[in-house]
């Protein structure tokens, strides 16, 4: 199999700027965030391609799909509930997954969206349906030099799709089958966690009124922050810098509060699923702070850090 | 008693707008009674039901003129159920009989209304629809008694999140000083179901109900305005198809049995319904047996009798020289889908109904007495002739009779080069010619293959749906593009259709 690679840089930042990442915040009602607080983060998504021949029904198989582009088990091959193809005519590989990443494009950006509900962990391509549950005999489109195209899968679990491949038709490819596999769509992180120290008390007032860049390194109001979630990770927070997007299922016990515009929350606004707040922050634990927006993306935070009560 | 800030006392005006509500009654009386002697509607325009405005009881600052008397409203309460957490239900006792209504909106601009009540009660109800989910909102009773014009206290209140996966809709043209606004319903295909919504004119969704469909095409607003209407023509068993009926509070929904429906239904009287049917002949050739797919009108009557009014083989004939597609037709699969018609309008006021063909690249109209075909413009022998370079009907999808014609969607056609579009087709029934005098397309060429229709507006915009492109456009006459409303990518919707207001 012929397979093509495309690394997108999502979101490109240089981890070297950093202040003393173990600052030491003097005993105070107030935890006051800054830039040099927040985490690093450098994504890339690296999805296969696969040639097949032209004008064909080809046959789409994810058997052997067992986890996300992040690398997290999902429920079996036979989770995907739903398979899309997408094809832009007048886009590239990376404009696509530029797209796709940022959560830009419409439904009119797209020149063929089509899915196909499988029976199992397969698909045909002229199993595939438009809106309104229109057949389309998709494989009379499917011609070379037609654009990109793009294979997704999706499970229940995730708003995000769990694997992807690009197809690309050729005249030359007597090729009838693609197999998507955990290979075929990579997300590559790379992060860096910084850490604030403070004394641990229960009546800490979180502020992160000075916040003007993000992780990824964008420039973001920090009264666009709209969600804050307070994690207790009891092993340690390590796995959290290669997997941010999870943080609330990653955390042992989670507090969380919606924002409207606030740039500062006191602790006891916090609450967990049972509406309790949490007594104090121990230093027991390891704890991780986190701001969503979800403007950008409602799962990626957009400041980070480790809390390290003294 | 002090005045609230909100209201400016005029004892002038009050006494005004109780001479302006008794003339509306005589006129409303004169209305009904020519309706009734059968002289409703002799312009021949679509026979969809005049909206009402949304605020008409408030003075031009939006303040309404009346005595705050919170002490003539009793057991007053406002009730949101999680089913339609954006629909709230508000109940009072008055002190007196008197006819009432609901003021509503921001709190800092309630500038909408509730009906009036027709009839003076001492309880009351009234649905507060149009409301945005998880929001802020105030609303205040106004009571109309015996020459007192009370009102409650302002009270606020938050909807609920709608109980759907609902997508955030973008949207992208808002020129609200040229759109008609208003209130667009259509099915959206949200992963595996289809929810039936209604989005304001921000591109909110202010009412959603999730069908648990895989097909549900078209939605509508009951002929009685209290209820929303769709269909589950239900992809896998179309023996199994259902016009549903929602109340707009969703507490209470009804399904009426419709076998073989496909595409579109439209209600015709409270609780009768005309839709698009399958039906398949089978033709004997040389070659052997070939089943050909075309389609039926049929009706359903509110006692639950039914009967077919029109079956296109008894006015076509397929060409057997030609094969017609397969897989289209759901009712079977291995039939060739020869005729497709798509879309159905029943106007009252000729008691006729309007369909397209698509494969035919034909409209029609049917007198709905009868089931004689009346005239059909567009495709092969057509009864009109065309004038212009263009020829009249390419691949229509959704047809409406307005003043000097039709209102005609037509999709992409990849072979034909054709966009999708929306197009007014003007008709001289002397001459019996046809000529397109009105074409909308979007900038760049629209590639809507599936669904999709075209709806005239009450300020003469007129607005394309471009369904499984997940777009809405509305455009003035000349052409500019108003309002536009975007599905993120991975979602596409049915049918569309607008309405002024909810009530």
């Known amino acids: 199999m012929i397979r093509f690679y495309i690394t997108l840089v999502a979101f490109a930042v240089s981890c070297a700027m950093s202040r003393d990442s173990d600052t030491v915040v003097p005993k105070v009602a107030s935890v006051v965030f800054s830039d040099a607080d927040n985490y690093c983060f450098i994504g890339s998504l690296d999805v296969a391609g696969q040639t097949v021949a032209e004008m064909t029904n080809v046959f789409f198989s994810w058997t052997a799909v067992t986890q996300d582009v992040y690398g997290n088990a999902i429920g079996g091959a036979d989770s995907i509930y739903r398979a899309e193809i997408l094809n832009f005519v007048d886009l590239g590989w990376q404009e696509v997954l530029d797209g796709i990443q940022a959560g830009t494009f419409l439904q009119s950006d797209v020149d063929v969206f089509a899915y196909c509900t499988p029976q199992d962990t397969s698909c045909y391509l002229d199993d595939f349906v438009l809106g309104a549950g229109h057949p389309l005999t998709l494989s009379e489109n499917f011609v070379q030099g037609s654009g990109t195209w793009l294979l997704r899968l999706d499970t229940r679990d995730s708003p995000e799709a769990v694997a992807e491949l690009f197809l690309v038709p050729s005249a030359k490819s007597s090729e009838t089958m693609a197999i998507v596999s955990n290979a075929s769509s990579v997300f590559n992180v790379e992060s860096e966690i910084k850490s604030v120290s ?88 390891t704890w991780a702070l986190a701001l969503f927006s979800g403007i950008t993306d409602p799962n990626w935070p957009r400041f980070l850090v480790v809390l390290k009560p003294k | 008693m002090a005045l609230p800030k909100l209201f400016s006392l005029n004892p002038q005006r009050l006494l005004m707008t109780h001479y302006l509500k008794i003339l509306i009654l005589v006129v409303f009386v004169l209305f009904a009674a020519l309706t009734i002697a059968g002289c409703g509607n002799p312009s021949g325009e679509t026979g969809k039901p005049p909206d009402t405005n949304d605020s008409d009881e408030t003075d031009d600052s939006g303040n309404v003129p009346c005595v705050e008397n919170p002490d003539f409203f009793q057991d007053l309460n406002l009730l949101i159920d999680e089913r339609m957490a954006s629909v709230a239900t508000v109940t009072w006792a008055s002190a007196e009989a008197s006819t009432d209504h609901v003021v509503f909106g921001f709190p800092d601009s309630m500038s909408m209304t509730s009906p009036d009540e027709l009839v003076p009660s001492i309880n009351h109800q009234a649905l507060l629809l149009g409301l945005k989910q998880g929001t802020e909102y105030a609303y205040q009773v106004v009571s109309y008694s015996s020459g007192n014009d009370y009102c409650s206290a302002v009270q606020t209140f938050s909807t609920g999140r709608l109980d759907a996966a609902l997508p955030e809709l973008i949207l992208s043209i808002s020129d609200v000083a040229r759109s008609a606004g208003g209130y667009t319903m259509f099915s959206i295909l949200c992963d595996e179901n289809y929810i039936a919504s209604i989005i304001d004119n921000d591109g909110n969704f202010v009412w959603a109900y999730d069908t648990q469909s895989d097909l549900v095409q078209r939605v509508r607003l009951s002929l009685d305005r209290k209820a929303v209407l769709y269909n589950n023509n239900n992809s896998a068993d179309v023996g199994n198809a259902t016009i549903n009926r929602v109340s707009l509070d969703g507490l209470e929904v009804t399904q009426t049995s419709f076998p073989n429906m496909h595409h579109d239904f439209v209600e015709t009287e409270n609780g009768a319904y005309a839709a698009l049917g399958w039906d398949i002949y089978t033709f004997t050739t040389e070659d052997g047996d070939r089943d050909i797919c075309g389609d039926m009108i049929l009706e359903l009557a509110a006692d639950g009798s039914s009967r077919e009014v029109w079956n296109i083989f008894d006015w076509f004939e397929p060409d057997l020289t030609e094969n017609y597609v397969d897989e289209n037709c759901l009712k079977n699969p291995d039939a060739e889908d020869w005729s497709h018609t798509n879309s159905i309008w029943y106007e009252a006021s000729e008691n006729a109904y309007y369909i397209t063909i698509r494969y035919l690249d034909k409209a ?117 593009t108003v309002w536009r409303v975007n599905a993120p990518v991975g979602y596409t919707f049915g049918f569309g259709e607008r309405h002024e207001s909810l009530y």
């Open chain 2, 364 to 480: 029609c109209k049917i007198d709905r007495s009868t089931g004689q075909l009346l005239w059909c413009v567009g495709g092969i022998d057509s009864d009109f002739t065309s004038i212009g370079e263009k020829s009249i009907l390419n691949e229509p999808h959704s047809v409406l009779p307005v003043d000097g014609g039709l209102l005609i969607y037509e999709n992409y056609d990849e072979l034909a080069g054709s966009c999708a579009a929306g197009v007014m087709v003007s008709l001289d029934f002397e001459s019996w010619t046809a000529q397109e005098t009105w074409t909308y397309g979007t900038e760049t060429c629209a590639k809507n293959m599936v669904f999709g229709n075209l709806e005239p507006l009450v300020n003469g915009n007129r607005m394309l749906v471009l369904s499984v492109m997940g777009q809405l456009d509305e455009t003035t006459l000349d052409l500019e």
């Open chain 1, 198 to 285: 403070f004394s641990s008390q229960s009546d800490l007032i979180f502020d992160w009124s000075a916040l003007s860049v993000d992780g990824a390194g964008q420039s973001w109001e920090p009264s666009d922050a709209d969600r804050i979630v307070l994690g207790r990770f009891d092993n340690g927070a390590d796995g959290l810098g290669m997997r941010p997007y999870f943080f609330s299922s990653l955390a042992d016990a989670s507090w969380s509060a919606d924002l409207s515009s606030e740039t500062s929350i006191h602790l006891s606004d916090l609450s967990n699923a049972y509406d309790q707040a949490p007594d104090f922050i121990s230093a027991s634990s």
